[in-house]
C-alpha cells in the first residue's frame, strides 16, 4: 500500500506575471475532487491527521511554505517532504498519515475524493493496525 503514495509533479504555466499552476480531477490526479480544504498557521511542533480513511484519496499540496507528512500502511513507513508549490502526494485510502514540521508560511492544500464522513474515519492507531491486520 505504502507504494501507492507518491509524489506528482503538476504541470506550470509561467512568464513574467508569474506561476500558474494547473490540478484536474481524473487528469492529473486519480479521482474526483469532491472536497477541499487546506491547513494554516500551524506550529512547527503540530502534528496534524493522525489518522487513516475507509474510502477516500488524498492529494496534498504545500502551496506556500513547507511541511512533511509521514505515511504508514502498518508495516512500512515513508516520508515526503513538500517544499514546492507545483509537488504534491498521492495517498490511497487505508493509510496512515501524520502531517507534521510545518514552516511559520505552511499553506497545506488537501484536495479529497470524498465528501467529508466522520465515520470512515480511523484515529486510533492500535485499531487501524488491528483492521489492516485482518484486511
Known sequence: MIEQ???????????DRGHL???????????????????????????????ANYYTEFVLINV??????KVD?????KIFCLDRPHIGIYLPKMVWKD???FSKDSVLLVLASEHYDENEYIRDYSEYL??????
Request: hydrophobic share 30%.
Open 64 to 69: 506556500a511554505g513547507t511541511s512533511k507528512v
Open 73 to 77: 500502511d502498518g508495516t512500512n513507513q
Open 5 to 15: 503514495c507518491k509524489l506528482i509533479e503538476f504541470p506550470q504555466k509561467g512568464d
Open 21 to 51: 499552476v494547473i490540478v484536474e480531477g481524473n487528469h492529473d490526479i486519480p479521482f474526483d475532487i469532491k472536497r477541499v480544504f487546506y491547513i494554516y498557521g500551524s506550529d512547527k511542533n503540530v502534528i496534524r491527521g493522525k489518522h
Open 130 to 135: 488491528a483492521i489492516i491486520r485482518n484486511c
Open 99 to 101: 502531517m507534521y514540521d
